[in-house]
């Protein structure tokens, strides 16, 4: 679809001004607080010191962090999808299990932490499973959803061309839950980068190696380190845009040549 | 002439489900190889049970249905069954929808292909074999839908009101295909419709229904010749048929009020 060349423009303009405007307004804020406070609230050139000073640190704690949310997302979206494709077989199945999925999501995260410094230690290991019990979840709901809301014409249709089960769920359930894993898959995207945060703020270690961003923030906020704060914020948030942007960027390759979502007026 | 022995024959054929009401009562019909037998009568007659009594879909209660001298639940890959929706899915493309019924019967890709892009070519979609359903109107999904039913050229096609959803220009234009195709292939067509024009238009036999329970209420003999043509519609005889079956209809739909 193309739009006229003045809305385009105003497309990516309008953002801009807000944007422009929204550093205006920071430094008002720095500078309209008295000095003894001013440290409360750093100058966004304060901010960007910071990513000089701190650069390497930060990029090490985003590594790290960022490899314990992939892999806590990673290993969510494998053992959802299984999941999901047990819990698809039959309603007597699902309610065996719902309700210890629901335990587990429902148990603060906060609280099953230090649990889990206790069994495996702190580290990797502990930072990747918590993100992937954050995940877990939501994965498992939607695809599940998705696996048992076939089209029932689609399904007779198999049924009357003496399709096996096998074929009835790879052909058929499987391809048409697409939309929703997707849907489970943002939610879970945004979540892993979070969880991995926290977990590493639990359960992260910084002895003998590079600590994760969730560690720095404990180290930076001890320190009265402002700037550096707020550069670990902005990593955490561009790290989170990471994992969306990748999955978005996944759910259009999967769906955009057919599903309606991304139907425009090109008919 | 000898007749040929029935394809399909109902004897005191009677379904409910489950504790339910009964939905056909006592039906006795036999189709010979060839028949296109057009199926109407008022919402709630079973018509639409019948065809999928016939492609094995669901079980009868009492009487018997020979197929070729069988039961309906063996040798389904002889039937092809269009519904009313064009129950495309929606992730694959128009030659791929086609391929579908082969290759759930493990059929090689190479010919799975071929067979697909004849089958698009009957119903003149060459040039949308790579199209998705999204971007084809009703009456090509539709074409889509009945190219995958020929794509193993069935024995026995059961149609389900299968151009109900569309408007009258491409209604009409679809019916006239669909018999341009039947004189390539020979099926015997059993179609259900609501639509009396329809019926008189393709069929050589119009089975009427009552409903509450569905019985056969009347048949009607088509002798319109085949081909058929958009000269047909005009002709005197078709539109005595037309009539005829209207107002058998209406007397149907008196009958239950």
């Known amino acids: 679809m193309k739009k006229p060349a003045n809305l385009r423009l105003a497309h990516w303009l309008i953002p801009l001004v807000t944007g422009v405007g929204m550093i205006v307004a920071w430094y008002a804020v720095h500078f309209g607080l008295g000095e003894d406070r001013r440290f409360l609230v750093p100058s966004p050139n304060e901010v960007l010191s910071a990513f000089r000073e701190k650069g390497p640190t930060l990029w090490g704690a985003a590594v790290s962090t960022g490899t314990g949310a992939l892999l806590g997302f990673g290993a969510a979206v494998i053992l959802s999808f299984g999941m999901a494709l047990v819990l698809s077989l039959s309603p007597m199945v699902r309610a065996g299990f719902y309700p210890y999925l629901m335990i587990l999501q429902m148990t603060p995260i906060i609280v099953i932490a230090p649990i889990l410094v206790l069994w495996v230690g702190p580290g990797l290991m502990s930072v990747t499973i918590i993100t992937f019990l954050i995940c877990f979840f939501p994965m498992v709901v939607n695809t599940t959803q998705g696996l048992i809301s076939t089209d029932r014409n689609l399904v007779d249709y198999f049924r009357m061309r003496k399709a096996t089960r096998f074929q009835e769920i790879f052909l058929l359930r499987v391809p048409a839950a697409l939309p929703y894993f997707f849907t489970g898959l943002r939610i879970a995207a945004t979540l892993a980068p979070i969880g991995a945060i926290v977990g590493d703020l639990y359960a992260g270690n910084s002895a003998g190696g590079q600590g994760g961003l969730g560690f720095l923030t404990i180290i930076y906020s001890s320190q009265f380190e402002m700037g550096a704060l707020f550069a670990t914020a902005v990593v955490c948030c561009v790290l989170g845009f990471l994992f969306v942007g990748g999955v978005l960027a996944l759910n259009w390759l999967a769906l955009h040549k057919w599903h309606d979502s991304f139907s425009q007026s090109d008919r | 002439m000898p007749t040929p022995p029935p394809i399909v024959a109902f004897e005191k054929v009677e379904k409910r489900y489950g504790d339910g009401p009964l939905i056909l009562d006592r039906i006795d019909f036999a189709v010979r190889p060839g028949d296109f037998v057009a199926l109407i009568g008022p919402s709630g007659c079973g018509k639409s049970t019948i065809l999928r009594l016939i492609s094995g879909l669901s079980p009868i209660s009492a009487g018997r249905i020979v197929i070729d001298g069988r039961e309906p639940g063996s040798a389904v890959e002889e039937r092809a069954f269009v519904f009313q929706e064009p129950t495309l ?169």
């Open chain 2, 89 to 257: 899915l929606p992730w694959l493309t128009a030659a791929r929808n086609v391929e579908v019924p082969m290759r759930l019967r493990s059929i090689a890709p190479a010919e799975r292909a071929e067979r697909a892009r004849r089958s698009l070519a009957l119903v003149g979609l060459a040039d949308r074999a790579d199209y998705y359903p999204r971007q084809l109107s009703g009456g090509q999904k539709m074409r889509v839908s009945i190219a995958r039913a020929l794509s193993i050229p069935p024995r026995i096609l059961l149609l389900d009101e299968p151009f109900g959803a569309l408007d009258e220009m491409s209604r009409d234009h679809l019916n006239e295909e669909l018999l341009a195709i039947r004189e390539q292939q020979a099926w015997t067509t059993f179609f259900v419709t609501h639509s009396v024009a329809e019926a008189v238009f393709l069929s050589n036999r119009i089975l009427v229904f009552s409903a509450n329970p569905g019985r056969l209420h009347r048949e009607i003999q088509v002798d319109l010749p085949y081909p058929r043509t958009e000269e047909t519609r005009l002709s005197a005889r078709y539109q005595h048929l037309v009539a005829e079956v209207s107002s058998l209809l209406r007397s149907v739909e008196r009958l239950r009020s």
